[in-house]
């Protein structure tokens, strides 16, 4: 009985005219580039295979990438990678919708696979209308795909006998070389816009703001500034703790200077007011107001007690003129040491 059936499918298969069956259309986009590449084949106006007898067809996509590096997907095409984009059971279904087909060419610099749904999943994986038909996990990113011009296949071929096929469209794909891979660039830590800082290259404003989009704190961007010798005493500018200094030593000086002229004042007020009491009783002290020569020789030394008192206030007055600007003179030689010495004091640490 085997023998006698045999012969009869052979000769079935053998009368079916693939040929007959019809052609899509198919377009592929791009058609070169370096490996890595993402490819897009797109089959359009597929004829219906509803009507068609057994034994069925399918249709076949045919990739040859992975023959540079073995075949590494089970097949029934002669060692070719193919599998099925449109099927007879399709047909019956009525799903005769264009198809989209994408994936990757294998590249070194094509991103790891990672696991999905308890499977390996990589960019070089064939997808048809959103579902993976077929994985290529293991070549993705180890292999970098050799130049060259390939072809893409799209055959009908026996649902049961892919080996026997015919080829319906061929598009081409180029594998170009890949550009070399630019040098990683480092992270910039804040030391170029530092340096274009102190090479007036950018404002205090620039430099501050784009420390501050680095993460840069208030204290950090301090020791920048002392870095480059930018903060206000590094520039000759007293610092506020030592202007603060400053001003309280001046303000020390001009209160002990008006204290001792207080002082004097008072002391003079004293010296001159027993002569005014004598000089009160001796004219009280007269029954008659009749000048005599010992009242006129008395006001003598009354005048001269007043023009010794104008020429002590005189000399008071220059005395406290002195005073203040010697107390003021001191106070900023007293600042200027006090900044000399935490200057010092910087250099050596």
């Not at 399709?90 to 999905?116: G, M």
């Not at 293991?138 to 296949?153: A, M, R, V, W």
């Not at 500034?225 to 030592?242: N, W």
Request: glycine share 6%; with cysteine.
């Amino acid at each position: 009985m085997a023998l006698i059936l045999l012969p009869i499918l052979s000769h079935a298969w053998a009368t079916t005219d693939l040929s007959a069956i019809g052609s899509p259309v198919v377009t592929i986009s791009p058609a070169s580039g370096p490996p890595g590449t993402k490819i897009t084949i797109t089959v359009t106006n597929i004829p219906d295979i509803s009507k068609e007898s057994y034994p069925y067809t399918d249709l076949y996509l045919y990739l040859p990438f992975s023959q540079s590096f073995g075949t590494t997907v089970q097949s029934q095409c002669g060692g070719e990678d193919c599998f099925p984009i449109y099927t007879y059971d399709d047909a019956l279904n009525h799903d005769a919708a264009d198809r989209t087909i994408t994936f990757t060419i294998f590249s070194t610099s094509n991103p790891s696979p990672v696991y999905l749904n308890g499977f390996e999943n990589s960019v070089c994986d064939v997808i048809v209308n959103s579902k993976t038909v077929e994985r290529y996990s293991t070549l993705c990113n180890t292999k970098d795909q050799p130049t060259g011009t390939y072809e893409i296949k799209l055959a009908w071929g026996l649902e049961n006998y892919p080996q026997q096929s015919y080829t319906v469209k061929t598009v081409q794909f180029t594998v170009t070389p890949g550009s070399p891979l630019p040098p990683p660039q480092a992270a910039d830590n804040g030391n170029s816009i530092i340096t274009a800082y102190q090479n007036g290259q950018i404002s205090e404003q620039q430099f501050e703001t784009e420390l501050r989009v680095l993460g840069w704190n208030d204290e950090q961007i301090r020791q920048a500034l002392a870095i480059v010798g930018k903060l206000p005493h590094q520039m000759g500018a007293p610092v506020p703790d030592e202007m603060q200094q400053i001003q309280q030593g001046v303000e020390k000086a001009a209160a002990q200077s008006t204290q001792q002229s207080t002082i004097q004042n008072a002391s003079i007020t004293d010296q001159s007011t027993p002569q005014s009491t004598e000089q009160t009783i001796i004219t009280t002290g007269q029954n008659v107001p009749v000048a005599s020569p010992y009242q006129t020789q008395q006001e003598q030394p009354s005048s001269e007690v007043q023009k010794n008192t104008g020429t002590a206030t005189q000399n008071n007055s220059l005395w406290y003129t002195i005073t203040i600007l010697s107390s003021i003179g001191g106070a900023i030689i007293m600042a200027g040491g006090i900044l000399a010495f935490k200057r010092r004091r910087k250099i050596t640490n």
